[in-house]
């Protein structure tokens, strides 16, 4: 948890939250908690190094050190390079015919790598990439040699089943207000949201009848008090209405 003074005395804090998911899956596989203040990159020390695992992350995350020790242990990463980033041009790749036409360029780059006082070359890979749907340019930074152009690319775009999961958690279980003002009170909150999206995820995929996420969550919200069988009367709520409405009358 991060506490600054502000102007009237009070003090405001910040927290981060940080998590692993895998791509076929729409819920967290990893949580961490960090003050606002820290940098995004200490986390990549946590993940697990794994030859059949590509992690991939923002350039927000970017770390040369970390990105030095995935290579070493055959852990592929995609990510975007900085804007500012130093490096040295070793290699231009040529673009095969059959590739996909947004890749503008492919190139084997050197990066610098300080660490302990001493600095060190680490080879990687540069793609520039032409996104036509939102009409910008991307460049990325990987050091998965072999692997197609456009494929890399693609594998980037899959990191917006994160961005999704956050929205979701936003707009279902906002977290304006806090119980409580220590860091414990806050990481119960924020798990509860957590484990409630869990638990309506769930609902949502054991029912054969299609619910948006959205209207789903507030009728839960309005019915949290009513004694009724939840699957049920989402199955068919309608029926189950006008059984209950019978029996008054």
Same mark, same amino acid.
């Given at each position: ?41 200490? #986390?990549?020390?946590? *993940? $697990? ?5 590509? +992690? ?5 995350? @970017?770390?040369? /050190? ?98 999704? #999961?956050?929205?979701? *958690? $936003? ?5 304006? +207000? ?5 860091? @414990?009170?806050? /990481? ?62």
């Amino acid at each position: 948890m991060c506490w600054t003074e502000s102007k009237n005395g009070k003090k405001k804090g910040g927290i981060k939250v940080h998590t692993v998911i895998n791509v076929d899956a729409t819920v967290p596989k990893l949580l961490w908690f960090t003050e606002a203040a820290t940098h995004d990159h200490i #986390l990549l020390d946590k *993940l $697990k190094m794994d030859s059949n695992t590509i +992690y991939v992350f923002d350039k927000g995350y @970017n770390d040369y /050190k970390a990105f030095k020790r995935f290579s070493e242990n055959q852990t592929g990463f995609v990510t975007r390079i900085k804007d500012n980033a130093a490096y040295q041009t070793v290699q231009i790749n040529k673009i095969e015919e059959h590739i996909h036409s947004g890749v503008l360029e492919d190139q084997i780059i050197a990066i610098t790598v300080k660490e302990d006082g001493c600095e060190s070359k680490l080879k990687l890979r540069k793609i520039r990439y032409y996104d036509r749907e939102l009409k910008r340019e991307f460049e990325f930074l990987t050091n998965l040699f072999y692997m197609r152009a456009d494929l890399v690319s693609a594998i980037y775009k899959l990191r917006w089943q994160i961005e999704l #999961l956050f929205k979701q *958690l $936003k707009q279902n279980f906002p977290l304006k +207000y806090f119980l409580g003002d220590n860091e @414990n009170a806050i /990481k119960i909150l924020i798990y509860c949201a957590l484990i409630a999206n869990l638990l309506m995820t769930v609902i949502q995929k054991t029912l054969k009848k299609s619910w948006a996420f959205s209207n789903l969550v507030s009728f839960c919200k309005i019915h949290l008090f009513n004694y009724i069988h939840l699957i049920k009367f989402l199955e068919n709520p309608d029926k189950d209405w006008r059984k209950d409405h019978q029996n008054t009358l």
